[in-house]
């Protein structure tokens, strides 16, 4: 699955960062990064959602698969395509179509990144939008 990688959210201002996170509703399947994680790969995917804010991950402790938790402040979301286009849509109540079309004469939110991989488009659109929050 392709994704944002932590280095590209991490590199957005605070003022970015939070504007993300606080749109991030978390749900089962999402992916994430936690900070100073033990293990080589600190990026996980949700398998649970709890009411006190903290998500539950699938994690390899001393030799087996354990469900793991920790709070939702604590983790960095990893966005996909999809939903990075979501992000988008709420933020400019209206739809991304990934090209401009015409509408009785008149060219609707054209926005040229100079991208073809529309991952990186979404991204670059997505952290214009939420730096003008």
């Known amino acids: 699955m392709d ?3 932590i280095d590209k959210f991490l590199n957005q201002t605070e003022e970015v960062q939070k504007t993300f996170k606080d749109w991030w509703n978390p749900q089962r399947g999402d992916l994430f990064f936690i900070d100073n994680y033990k293990e080589y790969n600190p990026n996980h995917s949700i398998i649970e959602t709890n009411s006190d804010n ?3 991950y699938c994690d390899y402790v001393e030799g087996s698969l354990e469900i793991s938790y920790v ?3 604590d983790i960095e979301p990893l966005f996909t395509e999809g939903q990075l286009r979501k992000f988008i ?3 400019t109540n209206s ?3 990934p090209y401009y079309y015409l509408d009785e004469g008149y060219i609707i939110n ?3 990144t ?3 991989d529309l991952l990186q488009a979404y991204w670059k659109i997505a952290c214009k939008i939420a ?3």
């Open 54 to 56: 903290t998500i539950g």
């Open 110 to 112: 054209n926005i040229k």
């Open 71 to 73: 709070k939702i402040k």
């Open 114 to 116: 100079g991208n073809t």
């Open 3 to 5: 994704y944002i990688d």
């Open 95 to 97: 739809p991304v179509i």
């Open 89 to 91: 849509e709420d933020k």
């Open 131 to 133: 730096a003008n929050e």
